[in-house]
């Protein structure tokens, strides 16, 4: 585009040369030849910017084919690799949820044989208590009664020992009364026989009054 705005230039100058004389012509010339001049380094410089962008553009595409190409990989890896997470997420998944359910079946059966053994242990203290309290209960009936005999033998050996302590003031008294009267008639007697042995002296003392008369 910009060679042909440099060819019109120079078509325009060159139809403004015809009416100039040979020195104008010559410096018109001049001043031509420097324009061609210039436009044509202009032209190579251009040219070589051309290539240098064309260059570049290339090189971008490379690299931008490169990158995409590089992207395409990693997003192909990363897709297995998701694949791959995700299936081991199902089998870990599916581990876990086998292993939660045995778990849980063998925590089951656990809890149910505890509540079984639970209930038989319970069973069996239950029984034990029973048949402690019943034996307690026996036991204390036993005593109870044990302690009324005794309690019975204890009145009747009171009554006994009352009656015998009864009796044996009664005989007390009586033996009592008995020597009282005993004594008594001692006493007597030997009132008697000192009345008696006064008798006695006072005739002997009077048999030797007389005898000494």
């Known amino acids: 585009m910009a060679d042909s705005a440099s060819e019109v230039d120079l078509e325009s100058d060159a139809s403004s040369v015809d009416g100039l004389s040979a020195r104008d012509q010559q410096l018109k010339c001049d001043q031509l030849q420097r324009r061609v001049d ?13 290539e240098t962008l064309k260059l570049k553009q290339a090189k971008a595409e490379q690299e931008e084919e490169y990158i995409s190409n590089m992207l395409q990989r990693r997003i192909s890896e990363l897709k297995k690799e998701k694949e791959a997470l995700a299936l081991n997420y199902e089998q870990e998944e599916e581990c876990l949820t086998n292993e939660l359910n045995r778990k849980l079946v063998q925590l089951q059966r656990e809890k149910e044989l505890l509540e ?79 009345f008696r042995r006064t008798g006695l002296m006072l005739e002997i003392l009077l048999d030797c009054s007389s005898e000494h008369a």
């Open 38 to 50: 210039l436009l044509q380094h202009e032209n190579r410089v251009l040219k070589t910017e051309v």
């Open 116 to 194: 079984r053994t639970l209930a038989q242990e319970q069973e069996t203290q239950v029984n034990k208590l029973k048949h402690r309290i019943e034996k307690l209960e026996n036991e204390k009936n036993i005593k109870q009664q044990s302690l009324d005999k005794l309690r019975h033998e204890k009145i009747e050996l009171e009554n006994a020992l009352e009656q015998e302590q009864e009796a044996l003031v009664n005989r007390l008294w009586k033996k009592m009364d008995k020597l009282e009267a005993e004594k008594r008639r001692l006493q007597v007697c030997r009132f008697t026989l000192d």
